[in-house]
């Protein structure tokens, strides 16, 4: 006997049932999918997931909008009275609440509201800022970069600033000039000049064009703007092709600045060749890193 045909079953339906079926038929997978149609069958199999937790379909708001950099919740906010802006912003979690104080200009401390009425408030905020559309980030195929959902902003803005290196290198490569060579170095920690060694001594997959050097002034907070820019491309480029629900959540860590650039860098097409070169860059930026936190 077959099950019931879903028609048009929804995206996030078929991970619901790839979930459920990990969760309770993990050992009879088959069995149960031959008791349905095998294009639907076929659905469910494609979903990569392997999670067997269904927390994901039960959002907590609060949560939800702290894992979302404050720059792009404020447009929303900015849309109520100033007195529920003052409400609504003192009911959210730390740190959210004290971005969103800063940015929009509001008082540092801020009457507390009963937690019902807070509550209420947060919940519209998030039908607001949610798209309906997006699946939860628990419920997102895997791939090479899943990981850097979990990283925090600060985390996230080090690997672009060190992801920027790489460019560092292709032009420290061909940098002739003593002197320029000794102001560069002199603007490395101890820790950046470690890896900035390590992409001397790998040979470039993805060269873009040579950063200009011989303009540069010697100021060091100059020279780190440029390199996290660089690293901004690197990073667009790696996330050509990945799953736009995954882009969503994470253009979203960061502020509405780098989320943007990362959207136009990420929108157009790279060679297959140089994506797989970025994600490795990507990861072992983030391989360096963690092992630097660990020592």
């Keep these: 006997m077959k099950l019931e045909d879903p028609h048009f079953m929804h995206t996030k339906s078929w991970i619901f049932m790839r979930i459920l079926l990990n969760r ?22 494609n979903q990569r997931i392997e999670s067997t937790e269904i927390d994901p379909v039960f959002v907590n708001p609060s949560t939800f909008l702290n894992h979302i950099h ?7 906010v900015q849309k109520y009275p100033l007195h529920i ?14 971005g969103l104080k800063k940015f929009l200009k509001l008082p540092s401390s801020l009457p507390s509201i009963p937690s019902v009425a807070g509550e209420f408030l947060i919940k519209k905020l998030y039908m607001q800022v949610r798209d309906p ?7 997102l195929p895997l791939d090479e970069l899943s990981g850097l959902l979990e990283l925090s902003r600060t985390e996230l803005i080090q690997m672009i600033d060190y992801l920027g290196l790489y460019d560092l290198a292709d032009t420290v490569r061909h940098l002739v000039d003593k002197k320029s060579l000794q102001a560069v170095y002199a603007c490395m920690d101890q820790k950046k000049m470690q890896f900035l060694r ?13 950063m200009d050097l011989q303009k540069w002034n010697s100021d060091c907070h100059v020279l780190h703007k440029m390199l ?8 667009g480029k790696a996330l050509t092709g990945s799953h736009p629900h995954f882009l969503w959540h994470f253009f979203r860590k960061l ?10 860098y990420s929108s157009s ?23 630097k936190s660990e020592a």
């Design 24 to 45: 309770f038929h993990s050992t009879s997978k088959k069995e149960f999918l031959s008791l349905m149609p095998s294009e639907e069958a076929q659905e469910i199999i």
């Design 70 to 76: 404050f720059s792009w919740i404020a447009p929303y």
């Design 85 to 98: 802006q003052e409400l609504l912003v003192t009911s959210l979690p730390q740190p959210l609440s004290n």
């Design 133 to 139: 559309d997006v699946l939860a980030a628990g419920f």
């Design 198 to 210: 390590t992409c001397l001594h790998q040979k470039s997959k993805f060269t873009t064009t040579k």
């Design 228 to 235: 996290h820019q660089r690293g901004l491309y690197r990073l």
């Design 255 to 264: 502020d509405t600045g780098r989320g943007s650039i990362l959207k136009k």
């Design 269 to 291: 097409e790279v060679n297959p060749a140089a994506r797989t070169a970025l994600i490795q860059q990507t990861i072992s930026v983030l391989n360096f890193l963690k092992t």
